[in-house]
Each structure stands twice: as C-alpha cells, then as structure tokens.
C-alpha cells in the first residue's frame, strides 16, 4: 500500500482557487491510479476526480467537470487537485486516494486502496 499525505486546504472566497496537493511514499507510486474526493458535513465521500498511471486519462465528476483539473508528477510521487472558480457548496473535506488499479474512471469507495488523512477547504460567500 501507498501512503497519502494531502496539503494545500485552507479558507478561501467564493470565486478563487486553490491547489491541493498529495504526497505519496514509496516506490510503486506509478503503478496507482490515483484520485479525489471530498466530503461535506452530513453527506456521503463523494468522488471527484481520477488520473490514470501514466497520466493518459483523466474523469471527472460532473459537479467539478471545468472548475477542477487533476494532475500528477510520477517523478515528485505527487497527485494535484487544482481548483477554480470555487463555491460555497465545494466546503468539504478532502481526500487523496489511491486506487486498485491503474486506470481512471469513476470510482466508488470499493475502488480504493489508500486514503490520505485529508485536508480542509473552506470557501467563503
């Protein structure tokens, strides 16, 4: 298994960015899909984003489909979660996740074998 550090939460206002990022040990960190997810107060771990091994495919969550790009740097051992155009609703917790597999499309919690400890965005109104 990989472990999953996420940074890069924070508060910010209805209408900016921010760029989470997640840091991954060991060597088999190109051998992972890799994605995220958030979860709000109250309401379920919802996917938003996966990338496959080699960066050849992505998938994204209708919810952040133009607003939010996903990347990864195998040589960093790194995932990135670039947001824009943030919403009040986009308050949640968030995940980094490692897959089962190497490929991108949109997983469910059975998908996943690695979870970072998350990291908190807020956006303000």
């Known amino acids: 298994q990989v472990q999953l550090v996420e940074s890069g939460g924070g508060l910010v206002q209805a209408g900016g960015s921010l760029r989470l990022s997640c840091a991954a040990s060991g060597r088999t960190f190109s051998s992972y899909g890799m994605g995220w997810f958030r979860q709000a107060p109250g309401k379920e771990r919802e996917f938003l984003a996966s990338?496959?091994?080699?960066?050849?495919?992505?998938y994204y969550a209708d919810s952040v489909k133009g607003r939010f790009l996903i990347s990864r740097d195998n040589a960093k051992n790194t995932v990135y979660l670039q947001m824009n155009s943030l919403k009040p609703e986009d308050t949640a917790v968030y995940y980094c996740?490692?897959?089962?597999?190497?490929?991108?499309?949109?997983?469910?919690?059975?998908?996943?074998?690695?979870w970072g400890q998350g990291t908190q965005v807020t956006v303000s109104s």
């Open positions: 996740a490692a897959g089962t597999s190497g490929l991108a499309y949109h997983w469910n919690l059975s998908n996943i074998g690695s």
């Open positions: 990338i496959s091994r080699y960066s050849g495919t992505t």
